[in-house]
């Protein structure tokens, strides 16, 4: 056991002066009939004469945020899931008993209340109780409002509090859920259907990543957590379902910095007889309507940025965008080893299992993708490095896209590769690169080769990386403000 506090010892005497009065510290239910956004809504404009014509009473349930006595009367805010209200609490409404449990109550404890809505001399809207309730006392105080939760690393790690004390955690946490849902009524009403697919799976393949592997006792086998939901999905457009989608958790085993955590969401979706330009209009009318369904604008500030998601998003292919930074230009027929001197010569790291378009990639990540500022379609990336993308009218490239805002990525789309046989020969490099020291690279998946075979329509893919998302609308630049639970290091 830890040694407790002086203020911890003195909580948990008052919880025993609690059972002595046959009150339960940790309470039971409680019916609540408003909340502190409801009443302020309803009742910011009216007059006191107006209160006492309509003689509004409410019951509200919260956490003791500041509480002043004096005498026989005194007031305090209640804080619920969105905000904070006042409370006057007067020894003749309540009665002595309440008052009394009232007056021995500490910041942090969570009480009911129920009494009429009026306004006080100063003109704060308040509620004066006429039954006050115990229902949980906090064991521990919370941390001082200025000087307490300050360090970053402990607000992720106690989420819990960082929530009570911190409007803006409220405010993410709350917007979160309606940018999916926004994103869930977009997709519906274009006639998609949500699905879900399997997390565990033994085979990795959808994407270019390190998985997190497990082991199924029953089965004997090694299995990895899903690092794509792309494979899946693919297979329920052979087997008809020309329109779906997912919105779930991939986990990639791999670095956490302010845009990675090893376990984030994205949604997924794919659309029988589309392509990339119809998954290009797709993403930017996606983008448009989730900002403005969430914030009634279409214009946010970002990372110092004004952006406009009115506008129509930029189009550029991947090597005009090298030839406009640095004066090369890809689209002539270098040799390898002409492109690995060039690569040289601007510091870029060659590995074993580097071919022509891993390093046409590298010049991208290193001299234009930070330097991306207003919505950017980057297309037509190396076929290399885009095993499960159509090739374009020049082989060397694929019908691929991704969206760059602000110099990180958000959206990564394809023309949806549908030959079985070109399928099978992406694999087969894949499996090369893997031999050759690439531990992101693709396996083999024989069955997805199989329902390739008896005949995947022509489609359009997407994958959008919802916490990225959340991070642009609520203007956070740290993933781990707007993932509720972030993973952390080990204290120890």
Known sequence: MRDLTEQEIIRREKLEKLKELNIDPFGSAFKVTSDSKAIKDKYENFTNEEFEKEDIEVIIAGRIMTKRVKGKAGFM????????????????????????????????DIVGIKGKVFKTRMGELSIKASLYQHLVKALRPLPEKYHGLTDIEERFRRRYVDLIMNNDARRIAFMRPKIIRSIQNFLDNLGYVEVETPILGSVLGGASARPFVTHHNTLDMNMYLRIATELPLKRL?????DAVYEIGRLFRNEGMDRNHNPEFTTVELYKAYSGMEEMMVLCEDMFRTVVFDVLRTYELQWKRHTLDFSKPFRRMHMVDMINDAIGIDFFNEYTLDEVKVLAKEHNIEIEQHYEMGHIINAFFEKYVEENIIEPTFVYGHPIEISPLAKKSSDPRFTERFELFICGSEYGNAFGELNDPIDQRERFEAQIKERDLGNEEANEMDEDYIEALEFGMPPAGGMGIGIDRLVMLITGSENIREVILFPHMKNKK
Request: no cysteine.
């Open 77 to 108: 805010h209640i804080q619920d899931k969105y905000g904070q209200i006042q409370i006057y609490v007067k020894i003749d409404n309540v009665g002595s008993d309440a008052y009394d449990i009232f007056n021995d109550a500490d910041i942090g």
């Open 237 to 241: 457009l052979v087997g008809g379902m």
